[in-house]
């Protein structure tokens, strides 16, 4: 079975709809302020963001509101459930600077070179987004000067490494638990392993 269609799995919809309630609680917001981790992600006025696997929202309305109407987000994520609460939250707000899309990210369907920054923000290390299929199409996606900014959690001390080993980014910083990469144009030499 595809990736798209497990996102209109009724079980997985179903299974997923008690993180979803967490993921936009307000202890969730006490605890990891979205505003605090898009900054430690150097998000901009005027940019436009992919979110990979934007969930119920939770950093969604925050940095629509931080790029402003000059900018433009991208929400993606492949399931259903989720893609219908972020809808509804983005027409709440009366934000139209958001389209909300249902795609798997490992095969956007977005423009080349078309994205200033990509937010994987929780979403990786994920069975569905293996590095190897992801990394290269967040790479091609990105502007020349784009970045990419990764959240983990729970924490995986292999990912960071990862990234730099794909050839395909550089490590910028580390700020308020956001890992920053800058895209190498063109892409470095990997090392073959042995």
Same mark, same amino acid.
């Given at each position: 079975?595809?990736?798209? #269609? =497990?996102? +209109?799995?009724?079980?997985?919809?179903?299974?997923?709809?008690?993180? $979803? @309630?967490?993921?936009? &609680?307000?202890?969730?917001?006490?605890?990891?302020?979205?505003?605090?981790?898009?900054?430690?992600?150097?998000?901009?006025?005027?940019?436009?963001?992919?979110?990979?696997?934007?969930?119920?929202?939770?950093?969604?309305?925050?940095?629509?509101?931080?790029?402003?109407?000059?900018?433009?987000?991208?929400?993606?994520?492949?399931?259903?459930?989720?893609?219908?609460?972020?809808?509804?939250?983005?027409?709440?707000? #009366? =934000?139209? +600077?958001?389209?909300?899309?249902?795609?798997?990210?490992?095969?956007? $369907? @977005?423009?080349?070179? &078309?994205?200033?920054?990509?937010?994987?923000?929780?979403?990786?290390?994920?069975?569905?987004?293996?590095?190897?299929?992801?990394?290269?199409?967040?790479?091609?996606?990105?502007?020349?000067?784009?970045?990419?900014?990764?959240?983990?959690?729970?924490?995986?001390?292999?990912?960071?490494?990862?990234?730099?080993?794909?050839?395909?980014?550089?490590?910028?910083?580390?700020?308020?638990?956001?890992?920053?990469?800058?895209? =190498?144009?063109?892409?470095?030499?990997?090392?073959?392993?042995?």
């Amino acid at each position: 079975m595809k990736t798209e #269609d =497990l996102g +209109n799995s009724k079980i997985l919809n179903l299974i997923f709809k008690p993180a $979803g @309630l967490l993921m936009g &609680s307000r202890l969730r917001k006490w605890l990891f302020n979205p505003v605090k981790t898009l900054q430690g992600a150097d998000v901009k006025s005027g940019e436009t963001i992919l979110e990979v696997g934007c969930g119920t929202g939770f950093f969604t309305i925050p940095a629509a509101q931080m790029i402003g109407d000059q900018g433009c987000l991208v929400a993606m994520d492949v399931l259903s459930g989720y893609i219908e609460q972020v809808s509804k939250k983005v027409r709440a707000a #009366d =934000l139209k +600077n958001v389209r909300v899309v249902k795609r798997n990210a490992v095969d956007t $369907g @977005l423009e080349a070179a &078309s994205i200033d920054k990509v937010l994987l923000f929780g979403v990786v290390p994920f069975p569905s987004l293996p590095l190897n299929r992801l990394l290269p199409e967040m790479h091609r996606i990105l502007k020349p000067e784009g970045s990419l900014a990764v959240w983990l959690f729970p924490v995986s001390g292999w990912i960071p490494k990862s990234i730099l080993r794909s050839g395909l980014f550089t490590y910028i910083n580390k700020q308020n638990g956001v890992y920053n990469y800058k895209k =190498l144009s063109p892409p470095s030499p990997v090392p073959i392993s042995r």
